[in-house]
């Protein structure tokens, strides 16, 4: 990190110093910082789409206009598409080392709204990034994390998110233990300390905890981030479509959305029963609630070998799959067998795999749908010893193909299937920076948009050659035909060069308040109102019910069945 502290210290201070030489000569020569001539300029808020030219200045979009425009710097955009920089909301890499094949696949800003920082860390997190990235970054408040610190003791934070995973999941507290009230207490108290620093949201790994979570503890969690009007973000247990008998994630999250008026995200619904997930946002959108769905565009996921919903128990027995066809390791590309699964968790549980387990025709149909948004799922690579920012793509170790290629992948996709440019222009930015933007978060009311006023995030594409280029075996290869990329005014890719700008990249997050949200929940302010046990922080006492339900003759039908 210290080498690239000082390397952006001193390409910010190369730039002051030409800036202030050459400042008088520019002012009266040119009118813009950069302009973009020529291009098909597309903006799918207004879906305005026209050949024009765009002067940015000051790291505003200051003009779009069909009238000669000169600055200090020109791109030829003739035969390209000028489009909002690309936003992906789920990317767990958020380090030098990603960021080339960020830019490289049109990225201007990567969000992590899933597994998150640990609360406390929040602002830390914020400030290791700031004038360290060439392209905007952000994150949520991490369930997972709050979960292993008061549930494992886990407390080796290095990165303060996801990569710190890979160390806290080798535990089994955070996903299987049931708090305590006090431990659930202590849980929402790390959490409201992030939200308080400024975390988008919160972000819930709850598919990967099941049994460890009750109802109650989810609900309390969108109750919290309801408090700050922001949304929770949630790998959401159970799939619609595989399985009746466990709880169904999606519709938890959003009866507790619905009930609270908080926003949420469906993250990485790119899975059995995604039609189920997508019509009930469509309808709770209808109905005026800020809740929206991310997908990948690929028929496989990726994860940790010791996932809790690999073991043989749900993956086999309930969930039907064999290890045989569906887990591949990322590293030697071979199958599992139930046998070598277990051997393997032994020795590094946190191994990462892929997971086959939908159609690739469905990816297709993914991409049609209307308001969806990309999250990509990058993982951070392992080992990540050693990688610079400018690591060789070849010298990085194999990832999901989804790391580097997810948002080419869709506009290939899109040419490839006669889809709209417009919406798939959509789902590159502005399905994601719409909500984000409707709940208070200011970054993105003026990100996502190509038109005047707005925030010069820029991606400048070629619809005609624009490719993903990574495969399942290599996973780290450069997406192409995106020849420039530009984040709050600055150049950071020219002539599909990635460029060492670490100046570039701005903090997305909301103003760290004084006060937090949390308020503790007692035994008498649950039993007063809820159906909960006294006993601790999830279960319910069977055949008790909530005070007022209890009287003959309000429920007939149910006394009488
Ligand atoms: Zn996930």
């Known amino acids: ?221 969108q109750k919290l981030s309801g408090r700050y009007g922001r949304q929770i973000g949630m790998h959401f247990r159970g799939t619609p479509g595989t399985d009746v008998a466990e709880v169904n994630g999606i519709q938890e999250m959003l009866a507790n959305a ?51 919903f690999l073991e043989p128990e749900i993956w086999v027995d309930s969930l039907g799959y064999r290890y045989e066809d569906t887990i591949q390791d990322v590293e030697t590309g071979e199958f599992y067998t139930e046998e070598s699964r277990r051997e393997m968790v032994e020795k590094q549980p946190t191994r990462p795999v892929l997971v086959f387990k939908m159609p690739k025709e469905a990816v297709v149909d993914w991409i049609r749908l209307p308001g969806v948004a990309l999250g990509s799922d990058g993982m951070p690579l392992i080992p990540d010893d050693g990688l610079e920012w400018d690591t060789p793509y070849k010298e990085l170790p194999n990832t999901h193909p989804r790391f580097s290629g997810t948002f080419a992948k869709v506009l290939r996709l899109a040419r490839e299937n006669s889809i709209p440019l417009m919406h798939a222009v959509a789902m590159t930015s502005y399905n994601y920076a719409k909500p984000l933007g409707r709940m208070g978060l200011k970054a993105m009311q003026v990100r996502g948009r190509i038109q005047k006023g707005m925030v010069a995030d820029i991606t400048i594409f070629d619809p005609e050659t624009v490719t993903d280029n990574s495969t399942y075996s290599e996973g780290t290869l450069p997406s192409t035909g995106i020849p420039f990329v530009i984040v709050n005014g600055i150049v950071v890719m020219k002539d599909s060069e990635p460029l060492p700008r670490f100046d570039a990249g701005q903090a997305i997050r909301f103003e760290p308040r004084e006060e937090g949200e949390f308020e503790p929940l007692s035994i008498e302010s649950w039993s007063e109102t809820f159906y909960v046990s006294p006993v601790d922080f999830g279960g319910g006492v069977p055949g008790s019910q909530p005070s007022g339900m209890d009287a003959p003759g309000i429920y007939p039908d149910l006394h009488d069945h």
């Not at 080498?3 to 210290?9: A, C, D, M, N, P």
């Not at 909002?84 to 960021?99: L, N, R, S, T």
């Not at 830390?124 to 008061?150: C, L, M, T």
């Not at 899975?271 to 009930?280: A, F, I, K, M, Q």
Request: proline share 4%; charged share 20%.
């Open 1 to 221: 990190m210290n080498r690239l502290v000082t390397l952006s210290r001193l390409v910010a201070a190369t730039v002051l110093i030409c800036g202030l030489l050459a400042a008088p000569h520019y002012v009266a020569a040119e009118d813009y910082d950069i302009v973009i001539n020529n291009g098909r300029v597309i903006d799918p808020e207004t879906m305005f789409v026209a050949v024009a030219n765009v002067g940015v200045k000051d790291g505003l979009i200051a003009t779009i206009t069909d009238e000669k425009i000169t600055g200090k710097e020109t791109i030829n955009a003739k035969g390209l598409v000028v489009a909002p920089g690309f936003i992906d909301g789920h990317q767990h890499a958020i380090e030098p080392y990603v960021y080339r094949l960020m830019v490289r696949d049109g990225r201007t800003t990567i969000l992590d709204l899933e597994i998150g920082a640990f609360g406390p860390k929040v602002d830390e997190w914020y400030k290791n990034h700031e004038g360290n990235s060439p392209i905007n970054f952000g994150v949520a408040v991490a369930h997972e994390f709050a979960r292993a610190s008061v549930l494992d003791g886990f407390d080796e934070w290095k990165y303060l998110n996801t990569p710190d995973a890979i160390k806290s999941r080798v535990n089994s507290g955070w996903t299987k233990t049931r708090p305590s009230l006090e431990q659930g207490n202590d849980i929402l108290k790390l959490m409201d300390e992030g939200l308080r620093e400024g975390g988008i949201g919160i972000g819930s790994t709850v598919g990967y905890m099941r049994e460890g979570v009750s109802t109650r503890e989810i609900f309390e969690l």
């Open 258 to 308: 619905a009930a609270l008026g908080a926003p949420a995200i469906a993250d990485h619904f790119n899975n059995p029963g995604y039609n189920l997930v997508h019509e009930l946002l469509v309808r709770m959108r209808e109905r005026g609630f800020n809740v929206w769905g991310e997908i990948y565009p690929y028929s496989a996921g990726s994860t940790a070998l010791n996932a809790v």
